[in-house]
């Protein structure tokens, strides 16, 4: 599985960013889908996760009640919205396909895709 993600941006604070993820192959209906991000200096955390036919989302504390997560498994694409941005989402998301594990763990994950610059002013 080959995965790209797009969407990134610099957007003002209190703006929103669709974040969007394209996947190769035909299994993409397998695999849990997750988003993670890296802040400049920091570790790769996780931000949000969703089961393979969407029924389950997961977030973190950090994006919680601004964020959601969605696929379009017809299209092989899953979607990150986030809402009320802020200076500390400035950071690279990257998507990421797993199987088998905790969703916020990068290890449960399989295939990363190249990242997506995330960059939010005050």
């Known amino acids: 599985v080959q995965l790209q993600a797009s969407g990134g941006g610099l957007v003002q604070a209190g703006g929103s960013l669709r974040l969007s993820c394209a996947a190769s192959?035909?299994?993409?209906?397998?695999?849990?889908m997750g988003w993670f991000r890296q802040a400049p200096g920091k570790e790769r955390e996780y931000v949000a996760a969703i089961s393979p036919y969407g029924g389950t989302t997961d977030y973190a504390v950090p994006v919680k009640g601004r964020s959601t997560i969605s696929r379009d498994n017809a299209k092989n694409t899953v979607f990150l919205q986030i809402n009320s941005l802020k200076p500390e989402d400035t950071a690279v998301y990257y998507c990421?396909?797993?199987?088998?594990?905790?969703?916020?763990?990068?290890?449960?994950?399989?295939?990363w895709g190249r990242g997506t610059l995330v960059t939010v002013s005050s």
């Open positions: 192959g035909r299994t993409f209906s397998s695999y849990i």
């Open positions: 990421a396909a797993g199987g088998r594990g905790s969703w916020n763990r990068p290890g449960t994950y399989d295939y």
